[in-house]
């Protein structure tokens, strides 16, 4: 990765699956450091009473600390997470989606997504290098185009390593340069949005073709007014349906747990932010309590913060009316 020339993706992502492959034996959990501690403080009294502790040192030398498997595993995981960093925040380097999901990937195997939100920021911004007249240029980016939006497999897998390392500042970080993004919502107004848009605008043309059709079938009325009769007929009946079944559909919430929309959030709304309000949820539902008895009585700066970011994107955490037993 030199600075004559822009690397190419295969070079980048050759780097990245490299660093991948370097052994990094997991940590020990809280508990067992815990149980490792306690251990040798119950060791060194019986030690300094028989006279074994400090019997290797000579005079005037002092005990060095051990550098423990624990210690020299976690400097290991931390410089293959800054060495990723440092390939994919280079200037030269175009971030594309495939360099990004292996990024992410080696990120969540190492427990270390405190970068994931800037880099996934840096997807939608970073600017385009160029090479011309053999210098490189960089051509600037607007982070708020459709094909800016991070894909949402590499949206949920970095959200997950988030929650599985237990950062909630950057499981918020990642939620807000993804599903809150506006290149995300544009995103989606053009791929889930276009093709029922076309279709509800051509909706009263195909009426009014059927409608021109069955008034030649009949005899009793002059064939244009009972055209405008069935058409009318027809585009209320349709109308009327597919409102009942758009407002049902949006206002559903069998599949939102924790966290719910607030009393009089738009339907535009609501659809268009639905993955961060499931995001948002999952969040919820992996910083607090497990047990759905005992929801709402978390406790703590970090978890009241969560509850009031939340309340301020239109949506409530543990709505009354909604739990159990209550509506």
């Not at 409608?211 to 585009?235: D, R, S």
Request: hydrophobic fraction near 40%; charged fraction near 25%; proline fraction near 6%.
């Amino acid at each position: 990765m030199g600075p004559s020339g822009i690397p190419s993706e295969e070079t980048t992502l050759m780097a990245l699956r490299s660093l991948a492959q370097i052994d990094v034996r997991p940590l020990p959990d809280a508990g067992e450091r815990r149980s490792e501690e306690a251990a040798a403080e119950t060791r060194r009294p019986a030690s300094q009473l028989l006279g074994l502790e400090g019997m290797n040192l000579k005079s005037g030398e002092t005990a060095r600390p051990q550098n423990t498997p624990s210690q020299r595993a976690q400097d290991v995981i931390d410089k293959v997470s800054e060495a990723a960093y440092t390939i994919v925040t280079q200037p030269a380097v175009v971030l594309t989606g495939k360099i990004l999901e292996e990024y992410v990937r080696l990120q969540a195997r190492l427990g270390r997504p405190e970068s994931l939100p800037q880099v996934l920021d840096l997807y939608a911004s970073k600017p385009t290098p160029k090479l011309v007249s053999g210098t490189i240029k960089y051509v600037e980016r607007n982070p708020n185009k459709a094909d800016s939006a991070v894909d949402p497999a590499i949206a949920e897998a970095a959200l997950d390593a988030a929650i599985e390392a237990k950062d909630l500042p950057a499981a918020i970080g990642i939620l807000e340069n993804t599903y809150s993004a506006r290149a995300f919502l544009r995103s989606k107004l053009i791929k889930k949005a276009l093709l029922p848009g076309f279709a509800v605008a051509g909706t009263p043309v195909a009426i009014y073709y059927i409608a021109t059709e069955l008034a030649q079938l009949q005899h009793a009325l002059q064939p244009h007014i009972a055209t405008g009769f069935a058409f009318a007929g027809a585009l209320c009946y349709v109308g009327f349906t597919a409102t009942i079944g758009m407002v049902a559909h949006f206002t559903a919430n069998d599949q939102m747990k924790r966290v719910t929309w607030a009393s009089g959030t738009p339907l535009r709304h609501r659809w268009l932010y639905e993955e961060e309000r499931a995001a948002l949820d999952k969040i919820a539902c992996s910083f607090g309590f497990s047990e759905e008895h005992r929801y709402g009585e978390e406790e703590g700066e970090e978890f009241l913060w969560l509850r009031e970011y939340i309340l301020s994107r239109s949506m409530i955490l543990d709505a009354v009316d909604l739990m159990p037993g209550m509506n």
